[in-house]
Every structure is written in C-alpha cells, then in structure tokens.
C-alpha cells in the first residue's frame, strides 16, 4: 500500500521548517473531513506518514500548513496582517499504491510545492 509524506523548508532561513503545523484533509463532494494534524520535527518533516495503509486511498486531499505562526515563532519580521497566513495545496492521489510526498518550500511572502520522492 502507498503513504503521503510531506517536508516543509524555510526558504527565507535556508532552514527545515521545524515546529509547524500541518493539517491534513479529504475532500469529498465537496466536504472537508480533518484526517490528521501534527507538527514538524527538527529536519521539517513528520514523525510518520500522513496517510497510510488501508486510510490512504485515491481521492482529492488538502495538506494545511500554519505559515504564519511559524515565522512568528522564528521571529521572522511579517506585516499585520501576514501576506501569507495558512497556505493550502490541494492534491489527488490517483495511485494508491505509491508513495506520494508533497513538500511545501516557504518564504514569508511565496511558496511552491511539488510531486516529491
């Protein structure tokens, strides 16, 4: 069976974003559903998968990462209000047998992600 993983950089820093909450969601005709939340370890990923095992199935989910409180927490000067608060990727899993890792790379003021390994 397949897993989602996810690594969060600060590209602001050049660090891991350590200490940052992800949140992770299914979409379902049109329903959000909250599957896990945890924070990130000192190198900026999970402790474990998100989803795994007999939960880790094709569909449309949302990784939600809290930006905001952690350049706040990093003391990282940010406006008020933040221009970036929460970033949210919206993804499909269309395989459910692969591994599938969504990193977020950050900076105060962009983002980007991508289909990782």
């Given at each position: 069976?397949?897993?989602?993983?996810?690594?969060?950089?600060?590209?602001?820093?050049?660090?891991?974003?350590?200490?940052?909450?992800?949140?992770?969601?299914?979409?379902?005709?049109?329903?959000?559903?909250?599957?896990?939340?945890?924070?990130?370890?000192?190198?900026?990923?999970?402790?474990?998968?998100?989803?795994?095992?007999?939960?880790?199935?094709?569909?449309?989910?949302?990784?939600?990462?809290?930006?905001?409180?952690?350049?706040?927490?990093?003391?990282?000067?940010?406006?008020t209000p933040a221009f970036l608060?929460?970033?949210?990727?919206?993804?499909?899993?269309?395989?459910?047998?692969?591994?599938?890792?969504?990193?977020?790379?950050?900076?105060?003021?962009?983002?980007?992600?991508?289909?990782?390994?």
């Open positions: 069976m397949g897993f989602l993983t996810t690594h969060v950089l600060d590209t602001a820093q050049g660090l891991p974003g350590s200490n940052m909450s992800v949140s992770l969601y299914s979409i379902l005709h049109g329903k959000r559903t909250l599957l896990s939340q945890q924070m990130t370890n000192s190198d900026g990923r999970c402790d474990g998968p998100l989803l795994q095992d007999e939960s880790f199935c094709v569909g449309i989910y949302e990784l939600e990462f809290d930006v905001e409180a952690y350049f706040k927490q990093a003391n990282v000067a940010q406006p608060s929460n970033v949210t990727l919206r993804f499909g899993i269309a395989q459910a047998a692969d591994h599938y890792h969504v990193p977020l790379l950050v900076s105060p003021y962009s983002y980007s992600t991508y289909r990782g390994s």
